[in-house]
């Protein structure tokens, strides 16, 4: 009775159709004898006729010759192309790279873009407003103003600012869809739950606030009714700077550095008795306006 032979190598079976093509036997009555000891699926009879071939051909050698193996498609050439291509159009697209690209699948090039170049696309932030050079001349000018004062009192100067800012409010305020999300089973029906269109509430008013590094300090509130919201600024203004000054005998004693964020969003510093009026949107507390002159000018102590 035969012993069958389980997993055997391959440079076995080689061995063995090498020596039986050595004594005269053809391939068909080599793969006969060889499947009765190694099994019908030992190797298909196609295989052993192009070994028998190769014995033929004078190969002795019944290993797998060592080849160097498939290239690397990622190399650092690529990785360097593809990052100057990205250089070049920010607002690529993976089938854009694809075409300057070809001879590297889609997969690959996602790969290479996030993972080894690191990159990550980002949407474009949204400004309020486009800043004229003027109004970049008078930014730069108060600011300067700012890091003087800074550079003669030190952090007694930020200790003086006070800063304010208005916002409408709405009397109601409908909820969002995120708000609105709310589980469902999956034997729930089908139909997904409707929500009209978010609408805001006609009335409205418009509060605005004023605080300094240590303490909020007054606020005022105007309905949508009022006409003139710029006179309606100032006057609230003038109001707060008498309250302030006379609240504390300590700030009566000192010239308070008013910094003011209303609808003129300009940067413009004014003289206007012992106070200066900053109008923009920046500096709020200690710690905020020291880092924000920081940022500017190098040149500050850490």
Same mark, same amino acid.
């Given at each position: ?18 020596? *039986?093509? +050595? ?11 060889? #499947? ?23 190969? =002795? ?45 889609? #997969? ?8 080894? *170049? ?24 108060? =600011? ?23 916002? /409408? ?41 004023? /605080? ?15 006409? #003139?919201?710029?006179?309606?600024? +100032? ?56 880092? /924000? ?10």
């Amino acid at each position: 009775m035969l012993r069958k032979i389980e997993s055997p190598a391959k440079c076995e079976l080689r061995s063995v159709i090498r020596f *039986l093509h +050595a004594e005269g036997s053809n391939a068909a009555e080599i793969h006969r004898r060889m #499947s009765k000891v190694y099994g019908e699926t030992f190797m298909s009879d196609s295989k052993v006729r192009k070994w028998c071939r190769n014995f033929d051909a004078g190969r =002795a050698d019944v290993h797998d010759a060592g080849g160097q193996g498939r290239k690397p498609v990622s190399t650092d050439d690529l990785f360097q192309r593809v990052d100057q291509a990205i250089r070049g159009n920010r607002r690529f697209t993976i089938s854009g790279l694809s075409d300057l690209f070809p001879e590297i699948s889609r #997969s690959t090039l996602y790969t290479i873009v996030s993972e080894r *170049l690191e990159n990550r696309k980002l949407c474009a932030r949204w400004f309020p407003k486009m800043l004229s050079d003027h109004h970049k001349t008078q930014r730069i000018g108060a =600011a300067l103003t700012f890091l003087q004062c800074y550079h003669h009192d030190g952090d007694e100067f930020l200790d003086k600012i006070v800063t304010g800012d208005e916002t /409408w409010v709405h009397y109601e305020t409908e909820e969002t869809k995120e708000q609105s999300k709310q589980w469902m089973h999956s034997h729930s029906p089908s139909r997904k739950p409707v929500k009209f269109k978010r609408t805001f509430s006609t009335k409205k008013c418009m509060p605005t606030v004023f /605080w300094d590094v240590k303490v909020f300090s007054w606020w005022n509130s105007c309905h949508v009714a009022q006409p #003139s919201l710029q006179l309606r600024t +100032a006057r609230l203004f003038n109001v707060f700077e008498g309250q302030f000054r006379t609240r504390e005998e300590e700030c009566c004693r000192q010239a308070l550095s008013f910094f003011k964020t209303m609808r003129c969003r300009t940067l413009q510093l004014q003289q206007r008795s012992s106070c200066s009026v900053l109008d923009g949107k920046f500096l709020i507390t200690h710690h905020t306006v020291l880092t /924000w002159l920081r940022q500017i000018f190098i040149s500050l102590p850490t």
